[in-house]
C-alpha cells in the first residue's frame, strides 16, 4: 500500500524527511502529499510484522534471535519512527498511530523480546530510544501518564544499569532522560510516577526505577554527555529542595553524593603535580589557565557541579553532600598533598587550593573548606600552620601562599582574621598599657599619612616614570583606599565583635585558660556564619562566633557587653545548614600562642604577658625587614599583602599598621619602624653610588616597559602558565579583586604578563638585568621605587580610614538629632 496519494513517491522520500527542517513551507507541502489513512495503514503492517517475528521466539527465549531477523526489526522501526514524525507533524488533532501504538502495547511486548537478543540488543534498544525521544519531546504529559508507555520506557531504561554501553547508545539514553527530568520539573504531578511514596510498595516496585544510578555514570564525564547528565542532575536536585520524598530517595537510596566527592578524588589525582611555571611573576591561576589545561578544566568543572548541586538541593542533601567532601576529599586528599615534602609539589597544590577558595561561591561549601584549612590537624600538623611558615621562604612557595592568604583576607571572614591576627592583638600585649585607651583615637589632621609620606626616599626624577607629580599619583590611591575600604566595612559590619580594644571587653581574658574552654564547650555557639543561598546574599561576612558567650564571658556587671551585640538572629534557614553553620572546634578562640619565657604570675591570668603578634604578623614583619633580600615579584605580593590587611576598618587592626601615635613595647617594631629602617639601608647604599641617575633610567624604563607590555602583548607565544593579558575576562568571583594601586602606570606590574615580558635586555624591560651591570645596585633602586609607591599607598589609606570614620560619626550625630 503506498503511503502517498501519488504512487511515484518513495520510501526513500519518507526517510528523508527531517522533522527539524528550518524549511517549515517545504516541510508543509511535503506534508500535504501524504494520506495520513494511508500512513496509518503501513504503520500498522510494520508492527505485525515486527510482532510476528518476535511470537517466533515466543515459546523459545533462550534461542538467540538470527541476524536478519533483528536486521528486519530494526528496519521497520526505523520506518515507524518516520511515521511517527509525519503524524506529529501533521495538523490532524488524531494521532492513530500513536493510539495503535499504545492500544496494542507493542512497546512492552517489544521492549520484553529485546531482553532476549543478547549480542544485537543494544541495535534495537537505540531504535527504541529514538522512538521515545520523538514521542516525549511532543507528547510527555500526555504520554507518561499512560501505563503502556510508561511501564516498558522504565524497564528499558533499567536495562541499561551496569552495562557497557557505546558512545551512540550513551547519548541517546542521556537525551532520553534529560527530557524526563525537565518533564518533571515542568509538570510536578509527575514525580510520583518515577517517585512513588514509599507506602505504596506495589506500585514501587512496580515503578521502580533508579534515575541517578543510570545518570551517575556519567557526571563526571567532559562534553555533551557530560553536560546534559548534570542538567538532569541538576533538576532532580532543585525539585528535592521542596519534595520530601525525592529528598528522602536521594540520601537514602542513591548513591550520587559519595559519587560527587569520589568524582572530585579521581579527577584531582589527574591533575599535575608539578607545573610548567615560567613566567617568574606568576602567583595563582587566571580563567585562561584552567582552560588551557583539560585536566583542571574537568576538576573546575566537577567542583562546580558540587557548588551548584548545594545551592538548589534539599537540605539533607546538602549536609551529605558536604560530610561527603569534607571527609572524603579534602581530608584524605588535599590534607597530605599540603603537606608534601617536594617544592615543586607544594606550589602546585597550594596554587589549586587557592583556586578552590576563590571559585566557591556557596557559604556552607566554602565554610567547609575554611575550617579544614584552619581547623584539621594532619600527621600533628595544623595546616594553616604550616602555610604562615612557608612565607618566610625564599621561592616560588613564598609567592603562591601569600596569594593564597590574601585571597582568605579577601574574604572579610572573621573567623579568619581571628584566627590569623585578632585573637593575637585582643588582649592588647603589643602596645604600653597606657596606650589601650588610644586604640579608637581619630586623628583628624591625618598625622599618620603625613608619618608616612616623610618616609618616602629620595632618588633622582626620570621623565620616564615620574610622569606625574605626586598630587596627581597620590589621588589615584585615595581612590582606590576609598573604595577597598568602603566596600570592606559593608562587608564586615554584621560581625559580632567591632575589635575596637574594649569590644570584645578584655576581662575576657582574664579567664583562666581551662575555664574559657568550658565556657566555650558548655554554650553551643551559633554563629551567623556565612549566609544560606537562599537569602540572596552575595557575601562572605562573617561567621559570628559566641552568641551566648557575651552574657558571662566579663568578671562583674561593668565588663558585660552591650545588649545589641546579644543573641544576633541567624540568616541560616535550616537545621542542617546550621550544622555547617557551627564554630570549627570547641577550642578557645582568644587564646593566643606564647614564647617560651616564663610567665608572670597572677591569681587570674590566663594569658602569657609576654607581646605578642601572632605567627602571620610576625613572619610578614620579619620578611619586610628583609625586603632588600626579596625578588622583585615577591615584594609585590608581599607590599600587597600587608595594604590589603590595612584596609580592614577595625580599630585593632588598623591602629597596629597605620597608626605612628602608638607606643608599641620594645621588642615589638612598628610599621613605621621597619619602613624607617629600610629607608635608612637603601638611603644609605644609594649615597655610594656615583653614577645612580643611569641607574635610576634602566629600572624606570624596565618598569615601563613592563607595563606596556602588559597592556600589549597578546598570549599567542606564551606558555600554558603564562597569564593572560588585561583585556582577558576572569570567570572566577573573587579572582578580580586584583590589586590596582601603586598608580596607574605601576599598578600595572600586578596585572599578568606573558613569559615573553621577562627575557630581554635591559632596555627592553628585564628585570633580572642579567646583561646589564651594577646588577644590585639596580636592584636597590628598583626596591627604592617600590618602597615609594608603597607608602604613598598606606598614606592614603591611613587618611580614608580617617575620612571614612568621620563620615560615619556625622551620619550617627544626625540620626541623633533627628
Known amino acids: 500500500m503506498s503511503w502517498t496519494k501519488t504512487n511515484n513517491a518513495s520510501v526513500n522520500s519518507v526517510k528523508s524527511f527531517n522533522l527539524n527542517n528550518n524549511n517549515n513551507n517545504n516541510n508543509n507541502t511535503f506534508l500535504k502529499d501524504f494520506d495520513l489513512s494511508a500512513c496509518y495503514d503501513s504503520f500498522k503492517k510494520h508492527w505485525q510484522q515486527i510482532h510476528e517475528i518476535i511470537k517466533k521466539y515466543e515459546n523459545n527465549f533462550s534461542s538467540e534471535p538470527k541476524h536478519d531477523d533483528v536486521l528486519t526489526v530494526v528496519n521497520h522501526l526505523s520506518q515507524i519512527l518516520t511515521l511517527i514524525q509525519v503524524e506529529l507533524r501533521s495538523e490532524c488533532s488524531t494521532k492513530s498511530c500513536i493510539e495503535y501504538l499504545l492500544e496494542e502495547d507493542y512497546l512492552h511486548c517489544l521492549c520484553a523480546w529485546t531482553v532476549s537478543t543478547r549480542k544485537y540488543n543494544n541495535s ?159 602567583y595563582r591561576f587566571a580563567a585562561d589557565d584552567v582552560y588551557e589545561m583539560k585536566e583542571l578544566t574537568n576538576f573546575m568543572n566537577s567542583l562546580e557541579f558540587c557548588n551548584v548541586v548545594i545551592q538548589v538541593c534539599h537540605p539533607r542533601i546538602k549536609a551529605q553532600l558536604f560530610d561527603y567532601i569534607y571527609q572524603g576529599f579534602l581530608v584524605p586528599v588535599i590534607g597530605p598533598a599540603l603537606l608534601q615534602s617536594t617544592e615543586e609539589e607544594l606550589v602546585a597544590t597550594t596554587a589549586y587550593f587557592e583556586l578552590l577558595i576563590r571559585s566557591v561561591t556557596h557559604p556552607g561549601l566554602l565554610y567547609a573548606f575554611i575550617k579544614f584549612l584552619l581547623k584539621e ?260 605580593r608581599l607590599t600587597g599583602f600587608i595594604s590589603r590587611l590595612a584596609i580592614y576598618p577595625q580599630p585593632l587592626i588598623y591602629s597596629f599598621l597605620l597608626d605612628h601615635t602608638l607606643v608599641f613595647q620594645p621588642c615589638i617594631k612598628s610599621l613605621f619602624q621597619i619602613i624607617g629602617l629600610l629607608k635608612q639601608k637603601i638611603e644609605s647604599r644609594l649615597s655610594k653610588v656615583s653614577d645612580l641617575s643611569s641607574v635610576v633610567t634602566d629600572v624606570e624604563v624596565f618598569l615601563v616597559d613592563r607595563m ?40 600595572a606590574m600586578f596585572r599578568r604578563s606573558s613569559v615573553q615580558d621577562h627575557v630581554e635586555s635591559v632596555g627592553s624591560g628585564s628585570y633580572r638585568f642579567v646583561k646589564g651591570d651594577n646588577n644590585e645596585t639596580k636592584h636597590i633602586v628598583l626596591c627604592s621605587i617600590i618602597l615609594n609607591e608603597w607608602i604613598k599607598e598606606l598614606a592614603a589609606v591611613s587618611q580614608e580610614h580617617v575620612v571614612s570614620i568621620d563620615i560615619e560619626f556625622q551620619y550617627d550625630f544626625s540620626v541623633l538629632y533627628l
Not at 167 to 191: G, R, Y
Not at 224 to 236: K, W
Not at 725 to 740: A, H, V, Y
Open 124 to 282: 534495537l534498544r537505540v531504535e527504541q530510544l529514538r522512538i521515545y525521544e520523538v514521542l516525549l519531546s511532543s507528547l510527555h504529559n500526555e504520554l507518561l501518564t499512560r501505563e503502556s508507555f510508561l511501564k516498558p520506557l522504565i524497564k528499558l531504561l533499567n536495562s541499561f544499569n551496569g552495562d557497557c554501553l557505546p558512545v551512540d547508545i550513551e547519548k541517546k539514553l542521556v537525551i532520553l532522560i534529560n527530557q524526563l527530568c525537565s518533564s518533571f520539573s515542568q509538570h510536578l504531578e509527575l514525580l510520583t510516577l518515577f517517585f512513588p511514596p514509599s507506602s505504596n510498595n506495589e506500585q514501587a516496585e512496580e515503578f521502580r526505577f533508579d534515575i541517578f544510578s543510570l545518570l551517575v555514570q556519567f557526571v563526571h564525564r567532559d562534553g555533551m554527555i557530560g553536560e546534559q547528565a548534570r542538567d538532569s542532575l541538576l533538576l532532580c536536585m532543585s525539585l528535592s529542595k521542596n519534595n520530601e520524598i525525592i529528598a528522602d530517595y536521594i540520601t537514602n537510596k542513591s548513591n550520587i553524593c559519595p559519587v560527587l566527592a569520589a568524582g572530585l578524588n579521581g579527577l584531582y589525582s589527574l591533575l599535575p603535580r608539578k607545573l610548567s611555571i615560567t613566567s617568574p611573576d606568576w
Open 377 to 636: 590537624d594532619i600527621d600533628g600538623q595544623r595546616i594553616i600552620d604550616c602555610l604562615i611558615q612557608r612565607i618566610s621562604f625564599d621561592s616560588k612557595l613564598c609567592i603562591v601562599t601569600l596569594a593564597l592568604l590574601e585571597t582568605l583576607i579577601d574574604l572579610n571572614c572573621e573567623d579568619i582574621m581571628l584566627e590569623l591576627i585578632l585573637k593575637y592583638l585582643l588582649p592588647c600585649t603589643h602596645i604600653m598599657l597606657s596606650q589601650r585607651n588610644r586604640i579608637q583615637r581619630v586623628d583628624p589632621y591625618c598625622g599618620s599619612t603625613e608619618r608616612f609620606l616623610s618616609l618616602m626616599i629620595q632618588i633622582p626624577k626620570c621623565n620616564q616614570y615620574q610622569q606625574n607629580n605626586l598630587l596627581s599619583d597620590y589621588h589615584t590611591y585615595l581612590k582606590y583606599a576609598r573604595s577597598r575600604i568602603k566596600s570592606c566595612r559593608k562587608s564586615t559590619h554584621s560581625w559580632t565583635y567591632p575589635y575596637d580594644g574594649e569590644n570584645p571587653p578584655q576581662s575576657c581574658f582574664m579567664l583562666k585558660q581551662e575555664e574559657f574552654t568550658k565556657l566555650i564547650c558548655d554554650n553551643e555557639v551559633e554563629p551567623n556564619s556565612l549566609p544560606s543561598a537562599d537569602d540572596g546574599s552575595s557575601g562572605y561576612e562573617s561567621f559570628k562566633m559566641l552568641k551566648d558567650s557575651e552574657r558571662v564571658i566579663g568578671v562583674d556587671d561593668s565588663n558585660q557587653l552591650d545588649d545589641r551585640h546579644t543573641n544576633p538572629p541567624s540568616p541560616c534557614g535550616s537545621e542542617a545548614a546550621l550544622e555547617y553553620c557551627t564554630d570549627f572546634s570547641h577550642q578557645p578562640y582568644f587564646k593566643p600562642q606564647f614564647s617560651n619565657s616564663s610567665p608572670r604570675k597572677g591569681a587570674n591570668d590566663a594569658f602569657v604577658a609576654t607581646p605578642f603578634i601572632g605567627p602571620l604578623l610576625c613572619v610578614i614583619f620579619q620578611k619586610l625587614e628583609n625586603l632588600l633580600d626579596c625578588d622583585f615579584y615577591t615584594m609585590l
Open 708 to 747: 606596556e607590555n602588559m597592556n600589549n602583548k597578546s598570549r599567542a607565544n606564551s606558555d600554558f602558565i603564562s597569564l593572560p593579558s588585561t583585556s582577558s575576562k576572569e570567570s572566577f568571583p573573587r579572582g578580580d579583586n586584583k590589586r590596582k594601586s601603586f598608580s596607574a602606570a605601576f599598578g
